[in-house]
């Protein structure tokens, strides 16, 4: 809900557990009042002070007023070079070559519905009863740019998204250096700031700490969101836990580089600014032209972080995700990657799928290594046809074979890169993104082709549809496998290079979105060398993404578990593989490697022609439960109920009904030990007053469960795994 009060100049976005307000300060700035747990009917701009402090500037048309220094004034969208010394929201450089900013306000509108972003990935309302826009109109009138600030506002999902467009109305082009989706500023500094860190195979750990004095934060300028640092943090109260505190989330629907900073000022004063990565970012305006930020959505949760997570993955699943599935059940896939690499023909990959099937695997995905000459990752990318010798008669011959086992056919694509030892890159080897003069980085062996290039993309494009068109696939895997390095685009003058990276993404955006309208009823599933891209921007075309090419179910827990902060267990793809791991050695039960693989999106990726007949056996029951269990993954409340970067007794997690009549339990033990601990697990978000059966015997009341808990039994050997089901009587 808006909430207009014309008299103080004040705008309210109301959400069910939320308010946020902002307030028309003096001078047309625009100051904001607050954003915390829901408060009705208040003026909360009272809370805002401004004093005479030493040091301070203040702008000019304050007169001889000195109390009015932007420095220590809540801002809505900071300015730049105009007495905030804090973090800038925006700045550009005018056609005198100044690089400053400075916003006023000039006006409002309000509309039903949600607003989108042409080319960008945004938050949507299937109707307007589902969310509501608050337009904000600013300027900056010696630059001649007005500045269109917008808040979309879900009150269900207690999410408020924010966006960003500058538009130049001058008669010269204006340069963009700066222009963040997001500032938020708090009237206090108590706050610790989660950040969710780590690299290729080790994905998303959480890192809290108390904001410090000064700037602080994560980026990445990778040209992807990066496997270092993801573009979603969390600021908090100092004591905030899962279930106590006010939890602030703030994720970019974006997959680029990215920078997420906060700040605490000299007066306790906390900021926090997120957006594009100025680094070597600079867009020209052109007279009449408008730019759009990336948009910045936020959750505030009153009570702990298990509550703002259960809200993004509402939000995300109902307002972000568009699945071809929508609410019915994803297949159950079996992929060949740690099976095989790129080691197989079509008899090996039918062997796979022959032993797959009887178990109930639903979806073949055949992995890199089908097309072009692609025997090693040193050649290959960029030539998108099957190469013959190893599939003869190609998709035409193959998919049929799968189909006549009863399964659905996927195929892997990585349409960003290309390997010099390629049929593209030798016709087109100005195709990639290089620096004149300096022959480009590799990584992986390959080289990124210039997709801010609409030739390029087109080139590529046109293999994709025609091999996708060549047969009947119901799933492309979308993989991406190296930073950007190099980036200069040679199709772009010298004033515009600060936009390729930009221009990049946006041409990913582009070929997503034509794939998607192109195959209809085709399932994309997001992938970045396992889960270097995984945000928010990327869960609008891809419902899924590979959440790490680390398939150990030990270290999956930690993965999982961080990557649950922001985004849904439906989105994480999971997978059971071989044991010992193959990157960390690790050997797991099969039985325990299920548990964590059916709390994402649950798959096979190993040669079942090398199972035994009792894994084969477990596997079966694995397919059953998760047959009886998966709207619980797919569509219930997400509870952590521990943590396992702290617990080694053992880690556990809970999928609830949103009528909590139903729950699924999940639990996996660490090393055992002898005297083992008595391990007790109190569950969440049931019903005190239902009575649940547990597996089918024992009954508990909700009550009982929550409060004195369910004794585990005692693990007799490492890593072992056991699920509950809570029936409601
Ligand atoms: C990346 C992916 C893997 C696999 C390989 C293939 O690393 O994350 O799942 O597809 O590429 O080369």
Known sequence: MIILDRQNGLFTLQTRNSTYQIKIGAH??????????RVDGEDLSRLIRSADRGASVYPNDNGPDRTFSLDMLPQEYSSCGVSDFRLPSIEFEMPSGSRSADLRYTGFEVRRGKYAIQGLPAFWAADEAEADTLVLFMEDKTAQAAVELYYGVFEDCDLITRAVRVVNRGAETLRLCRCASLCLDFSHSDLDMITFNGRHLMERCPDRGPLRPGVQGVGSIRGTSSHQHNPFVVLCDPE????????????????GSFEALAERNQFELSRLVMGINPYQFGWNLGPGEAFDAPEAALVCSPCGFGQMSRQFHKAIRE?????????????????NWEATTFNFNAEKLLSIAKEAAPLGLELFVMDDGWFGQRNDDNAGLGDWYVNTDKLPGGLEALVPQIQALGMKFGIWVEPEMVNEDSGLYREHPDWVLQVPGRAPCRGRGQLVLDFSRKDVRDHVYGQLRAMLSSADISYVKWDMNRSLSDVYSAALPRERQGEVFHRYVLGVYEMLEQMRSDFPGLFIEGCCGGGGRFDAGMLYYTPQ??????????????IQYGTSFCYPPDAMGAHVSAVPNGSTGRTVPMETRGVVAMSGT?????????????????IKEQVAQYKRCWELVQK??????????????????????PDRRCALVSVVTGTTYAAPAYMTLRLKGLDPALKYRVNGQDVYSGALLMSAGFPLPQPQDDYLAFQLLLEAE
Request: aromatic share 14%; proline share 5%.
């Open 319 to 335: 307002h972000l995700i568009r699945d071809p599935y929508q609410g019915a059940r994803r297949p159950i896939l079996i992929n």
């Open 602 to 618: 649950f798959g096979y990726e190993m040669d079942l022609g090398e199972t035994t007949q009792d894994e084969k056996n477990v």
């Open 28 to 37: 047309g700035v625009l100051l904001h009042s607050y954003y915390g747990p």
């Open 240 to 255: 905030a836990n899962e279930d106590y505190g006010t939890a602030y989330g703030a994720v970019l629907v974006y997959s």
């Open 636 to 657: 219930g409340d997400y509870y952590r109920l521990t943590d396992p970067f702290r617990n080694p007794l053992f880690n556990a997690w809970e999928h609830v009904t």
């Open 545 to 558: 993404i590979w959440c790490s090419d680390n398939t150990d179910a030990i270290d999956r827990l930690r």
